[in-house]
T-cell receptor, first 113, second 114 residues
Framework: AQSVTQPDIHITVSEGASLELRCNYSYGATPYLFWYVQSPGQGLQLLLKYFSGDTLVQGIKGFEAEFKRSQSSFNLRKPSVHWSDAAEYFCAVGAYNTDKLIFGTGTRLQVFP | EAQVTQNPRYLITVTGKKLTVTCSQNMNHEYMSWYRQDPGLGLRQIYYSMNVEVTDKGDVPEGYKVSRKEKRNFPLILESPSPNQTSLYFC?????????????FGNGTRLTVT
């Protein structure tokens, strides 16, 4: 069965610092992988997705993520965090032969000035 | 503007009093879904619909009902709410399914059942 693990519940960084949010998945074949962001009081918004091809994918708001099959990981990165990036981030995995998306438990990002 | 609209944003009710949370999308999407978000559990799917009159259970369907009589609307019905259904609910839609095309989310409905 598919599963997603986000090991970090809460991360705090200073504005301008680099960021890496971890995501590990469990799935037998190549999964479809996603990162969504939830700003306070808002619904979730897609940041980026990986289906196939280049393992480094670029998303909106300056985010990128790298698919590493050997590590079953899809970590989200940003070289320089802005205060407006404070939000909750969800990694999600889907299987090509299903219509179900499995979400991780989320990582709450706090940004200090 | 393309959007998913949920109403109400906040709802406080008592145990056993039937309620409906509405969801409407203006993107002509075929796929719609309901999720609940609880601390430490992330988002869990309640029900989803691949098209009009086609609905199916997600991971946590107990205590909920849905209907899809029109393409744009996908209401969530709690026939007899209980305190364990206190949660933040999200409706989402996509053009194809929940995996191959991005999900568009509403802004959520915070439900409290006392």
């Amino acid at each position: 069965a598919q599963s997603v693990t986000q090991p970090d519940i809460h991360i705090t960084v200073s504005e301008g610092a680099s960021l890496e949010l971890r995501c590990n998945y469990s799935y037998g074949a190549t999964p479809y992988l996603f990162w969504y962001v939830q700003s306070p009081g808002q619904g979730l918004q897609l940041l980026l997705k990986y289906f196939s091809g280049d393992t480094l994918v670029q998303g909106i708001k300056g985010f990128e993520a790298e698919f590493k099959r050997s590590q079953s990981s899809f970590n989200l990165r940003k070289p320089s965090v802005h205060w407006s990036d404070a939000a909750e981030y969800f990694c999600a995995v889907g299987a090509y032969n299903t219509d179900k998306l499995i979400f991780g438990t989320g990582t709450r990002l706090q940004v200090f000035p | 503007e393309a959007q998913v609209t949920q109403n109400p944003r906040y709802l406080i009710t008592v145990t056993g009093k039937k309620l409906t949370v509405t969801c409407s999308q203006n993107m002509n999407h075929e796929y719609m879904s309901w999720y609940r978000q609880d601390p430490g559990l992330g988002l869990r799917q309640i029900y989803y619909s691949m098209n009009v009159e086609v609905t199916d259970k997600g991971d946590v369907p107990e205590g909920y009902k849905v209907s899809r009589k029109e393409k744009r609307n996908f209401p969530l019905i709690l026939e007899s709410p209980s305190p364990n259904q206190t949660s933040l609910y999200f409706c989402a839609s996509s053009s194809r399914d929940g995996v191959r095309s991005p999900l568009h989310f509403g802004n959520g409905t915070r439900l409290t059942v006392t």
